[in-house]
């Protein structure tokens, strides 16, 4: 008994210091161009690391749009590409998203809440629901489709997925705030 509490003790402290160097060293995403939505110059920056297959993404976009609204002005969301292997489709949709934000921030987030409210044909149609989604928010679809195929924005989406992997992101979503 006395080592299993010596051991649970141990357990306890290590994760006391763990939580105490995450508040000493935060981890700080690279914002560099990235577009958002809310306030630019918000005080709070959410940075989500999502996979537009999985299901508790999904789930997440409505606080996600409940804290944008609640404390508009004083927050923003910026979102980063990490589709997991488990989801064939999440990448082209990924790709799209940021090709699309080269056009404009509010049409990727368009197609952002269309990838989450339609989830289901995503799914099942993969590039093709991806493109009439891009269609469907105003995208110069020509131009995004070649960008989707594009060094840019593959490696966009490969530095996200990089650095969420560098963070210790096993899943989807997760969540940082920006300082």
Do not use: W
């Amino acid at each position: 008994n006395a080592a299993f509490q010596a051991s649970q003790s141990a357990e306890q402290q290590s994760a006391a210091d763990k939580l105490e160097s995450e508040f000493r060293n935060p981890r700080q995403p690279d914002l560099t161009g990235r577009v958002g939505l809310g306030n630019p110059s918000a005080p709070v920056t959410i940075v989500e690391y999502t996979d537009f297959e999985c299901p508790y993404c999904r789930q997440s976009v409505a606080v996600l749009q409940q804290l944008l609204e609640q404390y508009q002005g004083k927050v923003r969301l910026v979102v980063k590409q990490t589709p997991l292997d488990m989801h064939p489709n999440a990448r082209p949709a990924a790709l799209m998203f940021e090709a699309l934000a080269l056009q404009s921030g509010a049409m990727a987030f368009k197609f952002y809440d269309l990838m989450y409210a339609e989830q289901g044909r995503l799914t099942k149609e993969g590039q093709q629901f991806v493109e009439e989604a891009a269609r469907r928010v105003g995208a110069d679809v020509p131009r995004a489709l070649r960008d989707q195929q594009g060094e840019a924005v593959r490696a966009r989406v490969a530095a996200d997925l990089a650095e969420g992997q560098g963070f210790g992101f096993t899943g989807t979503p997760a969540f940082l705030r920006a300082l």
